[in-house]
């Protein structure tokens, strides 16, 4: 049953993309640059604020402490 879900719901799943591509036409490859590249951006600036976290509590870990040391 489960197998069934799963294959009407990439069935939908291609039915919605062949329709999404008809209707932009000669634009659908702007349109698929521009997701990609939303999604590229989203994704690297969330795992650079999780770098950022992790430098931040292993500076932490070993004491050393950000700021002012006047």
Do not use: C
Not at 3 to 23: R, T
Not at 41 to 48: F, K, M, N, Q, T
Request: charged letters at 10%; aromatic letters at 8%; hydrophobic letters at 55%.
């Amino acid at each position: 049953m489960l197998s069934m879900i799963k294959f009407v719901a990439l069935g939908g799943i291609l039915v919605a993309s062949i329709l999404l591509a008809v209707v932009t036409g000669d634009e659908g490859p702007w349109y698929f640059g521009w997701l990609v590249g939303t999604v590229m951006i989203v994704l690297i600036a969330a795992s650079g604020a999780v770098l950022f976290e992790a430098q931040e509590s292993a500076m932490r870990a070993r004491g050393n402490h950000t700021g002012n040391t006047h």
